[in-house]
């Protein structure tokens, strides 16, 4: 680390400061589940002492280059990198009078900023907004500050119409319908873009206050691979299923990599020692018990009601996405009704946005209410579905386990371990609720492995784990 030191000491940057600032960036993006290593930091450090501190962007620039490993990762890195190392300070931090003039002169000038399009303004203006509107608490000071709080003042959402008519009255504009929409798009985009400043700026003033490490791991939202499936949004879960096929294909190579492994066999102990007589009891060659080829076959039982049905849907797309590293894979959907759906699944593989609305509308998941009722679901299922199991099976349980306080049924989770090579019970919720309310999940985890699944990272590791080869 001497190079950086060196270069942010001829920077006018202190080389304590540079040096923790990138540490403590590192280490933040690691908790995200950034894999960073030593040789990165290192080469990051390199890159500093080659760009210097005179210029932010190309700080950004020359640490995303040595610290990223793939575009996903590049708004989660941005947000935590303007905590570490955020523009110059020295901008308007007092409170504005709660004033309809206050207010109606800042939109102006951010309205004219949004026309411009002038990036500097536009931080600015998200600066004196935050320190105008957007703080909280009684003392002397503010004790906190809120984007929220700010952006509800301020509505920039509200000023597209008078930044379209400003920018349609410049010379020379004139603009078919086609193009109207496209400038309208970019309005969005602008005003968005300015949103994100804003919440840039109320994170960093926090952090000046609480730590720039704490805010970093609590207040900068993860990459889709870590988002809550219980908490994700319509955009999340969208963004979620972009991510199945790199996933599966990670997976699958996972997977061949661990049957080739299995393949070799493993040491026959006593033909090994048998051949061992001829070196003199020596093994120099040992004798390996072959395996046969065999791929696993999948069933998956999934519950598709309420706040679990992104959770199922998104492993459902993932199966499909992996069906050619197992024999068969059969996928049943139950709300209180058992229906297989896998026929669904593969047609609708090519608009996963809408998997989930055509499950419901097609399969029979529901009997004379609409809650989820696991007794009955697995009860119907290891009546109806007895062919599916075998010695071969491995069954993934996607639910809850919240029962609405419905008889469990557990003989039956019994019927389908008992003909089942293995089960495996995925829950999304974290295992401080199990058992709370109407969840039965201790019940059921007394007869087949429980785990917790709350996102796709922790999805991709347990099925690349429990997966027999």
């Not at 190079?3 to 540079?18: N, Q, R, V």
């Not at 206050?102 to 600015?124: I, P, W």
């Not at 306080?405 to 019994?414: H, T, Y």
């Amino acid at each position: 680390m001497t190079g950086l030191l060196d270069g942010a000491s001829a920077a006018g940057t202190p080389p304590a400061t540079a040096a923790a600032r990138l540490t403590g960036l590192v280490g933040a993006l690691r908790a995200h589940g950034f894999g960073i290593g030593t040789g990165e930091t290192v080469d990051a450090g390199l890159a500093l002492q080659a760009v210097g501190f005179t210029d932010r962007e190309r700080v950004r620039e020359a640490l995303a280059a040595t610290l990223l490993h793939g575009g996903a990762q590049r708004p989660v890195f941005d947000r935590v990198f303007d905590l570490y190392f955020p523009l110059g300070h020295g901008r308007a931090t007092e409170a504005y009078e709660d004033s309809p003039a206050e207010l109606a002169a800042l939109r102006d000038r951010l309205a004219e900023a949004l026309v411009a399009g002038d990036a500097a303004a536009l931080d600015r203006l998200a600066a004196e907004a935050v320190g105008g509107f957007g703080g909280f608490g009684s003392g002397p000071e503010s004790d906190g500050w809120s984007s929220y709080r700010t952006l509800g003042r301020l509505r920039p959402e509200t000023l597209l119409a008078r930044v379209r008519e400003r920018l349609r009255a410049a010379p020379g504009t004139a603009r078919p319908e086609f193009t109207e929409r496209l400038l309208d798009d970019e309005i969005r985009r602008r005003i968005e873009d300015f949103r994100e400043r804003v919440r840039t700026d109320a994170r960093r003033r926090v952090a000046e206050r609480q730590g720039r490490d704490r805010v970093a791991r609590r207040a900068v939202a993860g990459t889709a691979d870590t988002v809550d499936f219980l908490l994700a949004g319509r955009a999340q879960l969208e963004e979620l299923r972009r991510t199945v096929r790199p996933l599966a294909r990670k997976l699958a190579t996972r997977l061949a990599a661990r049957r080739r492994r299995a393949s070799r066999g493993e040491i026959d102990l006593r033909r090994t020692l048998r051949r061992s007589l001829s070196t003199g009891g020596v093994p120099v060659r040992p004798v390996l018990r072959r395996r046969p080829p065999r791929r696993p076959e999948l069933v998956l039982l999934c519950d598709v009601s309420g706040s679990v049905a992104g959770f199922a849907q998104f492993t459902m797309l993932l199966v499909q996405a992996l069906h050619d590293q197992f024999s068969r894979v059969r996928v049943f959907a139950f709300v209180n009704r058992v229906d297989e759906v896998t026929g669904l699944i593969t047609r609708g593989s090519a608009d996963p946005a809408g998997l989930g609305d055509r499950i419901l509308a097609e399969a029979e998941l529901t009997g004379w209410h609409g809650q989820s009722d696991y007794g009955t679901a697995l009860g119907e299922f290891a009546d109806r579905y007895a062919d599916a199991l075998g010695p071969r099976t491995v069954v993934f349980v996607l639910g809850d386990a919240r029962t609405n306080g419905s008889d469990p049924n557990l003989p039956a989770l019994k019927r389908i371990a008992d003909r089942a090579r293995r089960v495996h019970w995925l829950n999304p919720e974290q295992p401080s609720l199990w058992g709370t309310g109407d969840s039965a999940a201790p019940a059921y985890a007394d007869l087949v492995e429980m785990r917790p699944c709350r996102n796709a990272r922790q999805l991709g590791a347990l099925i690349g784990r429990l997966l027999p080869v």
